[in-house]
């Protein structure tokens, strides 16, 4: 086997190179968000997510591909995407508060943008502030963007936030981190 410690970005990388064979990735977090450990049950404790991987335990995921690169955990277009570009830039914040910072920041200069997702030959178009192919259910340091994603039930869960008022969108990132969002007017989601 092989063992990683780092962030998401890395872990993604290097178990999208290793997903088609069957030597099992080893996790140890080590970065900020470190949330498909998170997922994965792995601690953020550098000792104890050694123990684990020392143990064994072992568990197939699923992989997906977007613009040709394979992803293990979420997928973003949109303000997401801006946010967490802007979240890797920044190096004067420490820990999870870079992602509210990218987030406010973000927000701040944010226009709608237009989206078109095609699933099983339906198209659906809308408007707003992004579009996530969620593989597991946490991204940005521990928000529940897509609460009932499975790591390993072969499918995506989409979701996606459509047109709606910046003071409401920044009032319901709060729903984001429990998972409370999903439901709202504002909230698409589906399965493909």
Known sequence: GRVVMSGDGLVGAVGGAMASSDTPLGIVPGGRGNDLARVLGIPDDPESA???????????????EANGKRFLGIVSVGFDSECNRLANETHFIRGNLVYAYSMVRTLIGWRSARFTIVTGGERKRLT???????NNSVYGGGMYIAPNAEIDDGQFDVVAITEVGKLRFLRGLREVLKG??????????FRA
């Open 50 to 64: 050694i123990n684990v991987v020392l143990a064994g335990h072992s568990r197939r995921i699923d992989v997906g």
């Open 128 to 134: 707003g502030y992004f579009v996530d192919v969620a």
């Open 180 to 189: 409370a969002h999903i439901g709202k007017e504002e909230v698409t989601t």
